[in-house]
């Protein structure tokens, strides 16, 4: 054991009050009082802080102790007793650290052969090339590398982000985005701009506003891609209250900007709000509309079925309409089922570009209908559900349909059958609306993902009216935010709410 003198000298301030009282009976060390004030109590066995500490000689105890004591690395389960330090003078002053390196040196050696090596690790990463590994899609071996530690750069950062644009690798796109915050470019504006891009296109405004709002210096682009981002994800309304916090901290807004504002209410069918912040770009910022702020007005007054007023628009404008802008018209005409006005833009686009006669007159034979299909999306699994196939269902997720159906008559749910156009009776019909396959994805995703977490389904037709007021319904009762995505736009249900307010 050390004496008090060479313990303080590693940091060590224990002291065990019988074990102290010896060493100062036995080598005349004068210390002070205060270390003796401890309760005479017996105390468990002494028990150093440092790994081993190799007492001072006092075979000469007027030698200088300016010295450093050796310290030797020792595992702690090799620590000697203390009762076994107990030695008659003889056998103090005959001690020396040779002697203890004698008594057990190939035990000791192999000790400190294993410490370091636990310490010091091999550089064992393999020698790979990152930008090639993403020039050739495999994205998911370039973020296992990074992982392993092989080291990366922007360029590389850069290219995997732009890389990762389905909601399908929305995992993928997390890892990098916790390697970007540990890295030393954490605060690239550029690099966080792609991931707010990413987030956007992965169907995740709520990471992507965990990106911006953590960003200390955004650029233009960032307010952009935030906008456009909720536009395209059906959250029109988060993207003008964004815009109207911009506007607040006195960023001076843009020609583009104004762009992703038309997108916005477009995507909640706010017309009136869309003409206003369209006057006020001209009249409050001085920025003159170009070609694509005509395009968001008619977006705007065409998706929400404005289609003589978007047509009156047009003429009134202070330059001359694309064949584009008839074009686009024209495709809202065919949506809302206004043949006669859609014949007529037709006819006004094809005046100012004939190149789209031939492709329009040209009419390819009706495609064969596609089969409901939706996908669920898991975090590391992508599951696909057919209508009509109810075989693959049965189990805990058709049982948990059922229990959901209960609780949604309950909760005042009422089957509109008037979606379901087959001949049959009025129970066959309420059957065939419970097993459409989007309520099958939701109820199967309800039991194979952690609890409150949202649930992303990708549908390739329209929903229906029916399965729209069902699954608001299902939000509120399971406390979950259900993404859908059907042919048209995203519907975001939280609270028995849905982000389309009705409106797709």
Known sequence: M??????????????????????????????????????????????????????????????SNNANP???????????????????????NNWSPKSLDNSNTDQSEKQKEGYLLKEIKPNCFPDVD????????????????????????????????????????????????????????????????????????????????EVFDRMREKSMDSWH?????????????????????????????NGETFVAVLASCASEGAVEEGLMHFESMRNECGILPGNEHYLGVIDVMGKAGYLKEAMEFIEKMPIEPTAEMWEVLMKFARIHGDINLEDHFEELMVSLDPSKAAA????????????????????????????GNTDSYKGEGYEKLKGLNGHMREAGYVPDTRYVLHDIDQEAKEKALLYHSERLAIAYGLISTPPRTPL?????????????????????????????????????????????????
């Open 2 to 63: 050390a004496t008090s003198t060479s313990l303080h000298r590693v940091e060590n301030s224990v002291f065990c009050t019988a074990f102290n009282t010896k060493l100062r009976s036995r080598h005349r060390l004068r210390l002070p009082s205060s270390h003796w004030s401890i309760s005479q109590k017996p105390l468990p066995p002494f028990k150093p802080l440092c790994t081993h500490a190799i007492p001072n000689d006092y075979r000469n105890p007027h030698q």
């Open 70 to 92: 050796k310290i030797y690395r020792r595992q702690r389960n090799n620590t000697r007793n203390p009762s076994t330090h107990r030695r008659n003078n003889n056998q103090t």
């Open 130 to 209: 990152l930008m090639s590994l993403c020039q050739d899609g495999k994205i998911k071996e370039v973020i296992d590398y990074m992982g392993q530690g092989v080291s990366t750069d922007y360029n590389t950062l850069s290219m995997i982000l732009d890389r990762i644009t389905s909601p399908e690798l929305l995992e993928l796109g997390k890892r990098v985005n916790e390697f970007l915050r540990r890295s030393s470019l954490r605060g690239n504006i550029e690099l966080n701009n792609k991931l707010i891009r990413m987030y956007g296109k992965c169907r995740s405004m709520r990471d992507a506003r």
């Open 225 to 253: 891609l935030m906008i456009h981002g909720y536009a395209d994800n059906g959250q029109g309304d988060d993207g003008l209250l964004l815009f109207e916090k911009m506007k607040k901290l006195n960023v001076q807004p």
């Open 360 to 387: 329009n007159k040209i009419r390819a034979p009706s495609p064969k209908r596609q089969p409901a299909i939706n996908m669920l999306e898991g975090k590391k699994w992508v599951h696909q559900y057919g209508n």
């Open 456 to 504: 992303r389904i990708i549908k390739n037709l329209r929903i229906c009216g029916d399965c729209h007021n069902a699954i608001k319904i299902m939000s509120k009762i399971v406390g979950r935010e259900l993404i859908v995505r059907d042919n048209k736009r995203f519907h975001h249900f939280k609270d028995g709410k849905c982000s389309c307010r009705d409106y797709w």
